[in-house]
């Protein structure tokens, strides 16, 4: 089980949100290019994010171009998972690889701020604040099992190949 607080963006959060262009010299040190995550949507939102915290975004999230270290800074930073309402389908398959869960579920019943428990295997998100709760799409299993290993590399390292 996933525990941790929300933090909630609008709709359209694109990948030049999450790593902003003027830090893209950082690219090669990602541990510093981690501290300015999601700097222009919320320029303190890297101080304030804790290990095992929840990103909350709208539509349209992780759009833009196919950086794959957006979805790596913001695990960098400590977010155990991504919920929002639509995702950019590069921005998924990056994130899935990386090891990073991207929840498909409304996000409109949850609030900055709002403590959330996330069962990925059921498929179930409780708002601790509000007493909701809210179902997301099913992840496959072969992901699931990606995500346990911590992406895609550590899964083909540890099976060889995609073995269910």
């Given at each position: 089980?996933?525990?941790?607080?929300?933090?909630?963006?609008?709709?359209?959060?694109?990948?030049?949100?999450?790593?902003?262009?003027?830090?893209?010299?950082?690219?090669?040190?990602?541990?510093?290019?981690?501290?300015?995550?999601?700097?222009?949507?919320?320029?303190?939102?890297?101080?304030?994010?804790?290990?095992?915290?929840?990103?909350?975004?709208?539509?349209?999230?992780?759009?833009?171009?196919?950086?794959?270290?957006?979805?790596?800074?913001?695990?960098?930073?400590?977010?155990?998972?991504?919920?929002?309402?639509?995702?950019a389908r590069i921005f998924f398959r990056n994130?899935?690889?990386?090891?990073?869960?991207?929840?498909?579920?409304?996000?409109?019943?949850?609030?900055?701020?709002?403590?959330?428990?996330?069962e990925l295997e059921k498929g179930i998100i409780?708002?601790?604040?509000?007493?909701?709760?809210?179902?997301?799409?099913?992840?496959?299993?072969?992901?699931?099992?990606?995500?346990?290993?911590?992406?895609?590399?550590?899964?083909?390292?540890?099976?060889?190949?995609?073995?269910?």
């Open positions: 089980m996933l525990k941790g607080k929300a933090f909630k963006f609008g709709d359209d959060i694109s990948t030049d949100h999450i790593i902003p262009g003027k830090y893209a010299y950082l690219r090669s040190n990602l541990p510093e290019l981690a501290k300015h995550v999601m700097e222009d949507a919320d320029p303190k939102f890297a101080s304030k994010v804790k290990q095992g915290d929840f990103i909350v975004g709208g539509n349209n999230f992780g759009l833009g171009s196919s950086r794959e270290h957006a979805p790596l800074v913001i695990k960098m930073a400590g977010v155990k998972a991504i919920l929002a309402k639509s995702v994130a899935i690889n990386l090891g990073l869960p991207i929840l498909l579920c409304n996000t409109d019943d949850i609030n900055d701020g709002d403590e959330l428990e996330i409780r708002n601790m604040t509000n007493g909701k709760q809210l179902t997301f799409s099913k992840i496959p299993d072969v992901m699931l099992k990606i995500l346990d290993e911590g992406g895609l590399l550590p899964y083909i390292e540890k099976y060889g190949n995609f073995i269910l």
